[in-house]
């Protein structure tokens, strides 16, 4: 059974960092794309960063220079550290496995991440 566990959010002061951490069973991340997306109230989902099994990484624009997406192969493991945070960061955020752009797992509960002075 295919399961993505995310986990590391918490609050945080703007200008503070967090590492969020998704840890995978029943799937390897070493051969697939892995994204980091995120939800706010309100808003849809967006994609926040991403790693190819190439380990190519992709941020969108208002994470770039902020955020860094990692993996463990080792831990199946795939982190987002994010720096220099911001309120407009806030928002739930979901891990989940890609291969041809098809999500291969069901997505997780996420974990929350509020940035609030």
């Known amino acids: 059974q295919v399961q993505l566990v995310e986990s590391g959010g918490g609050l945080v002061q703007p200008g503070g960092s967090l590492r969020l951490s998704c840890a995978a069973s029943g799937i390897s991340f070493s051969a697939n794309v892995i994204s980091w997306y995120r939800q706010a109230p309100g808003k849809q989902r967006e994609l926040v960063a991403s790693?190819?099994?190439?380990?190519?990484?992709n941020y969108a624009d208002s994470v770039k220079g902020r955020f860094t997406i990692s993996r463990d192969n080792a831990k199946n493991t795939v982190y987002l550290q994010m720096n220099s945070l911001k309120p407009e960061d806030t928002a739930v955020y979901y891990c989940?496995?890609?291969?041809?752009?098809?999500?291969?797992?069901?997505w997780g509960q996420g974990t929350q991440v509020t940035v609030s002075s």
């Open positions: 790693m190819t099994s190439g380990s190519t990484t």
């Open positions: 989940n496995v890609f291969r041809y752009g098809v999500s291969l797992a069901p």
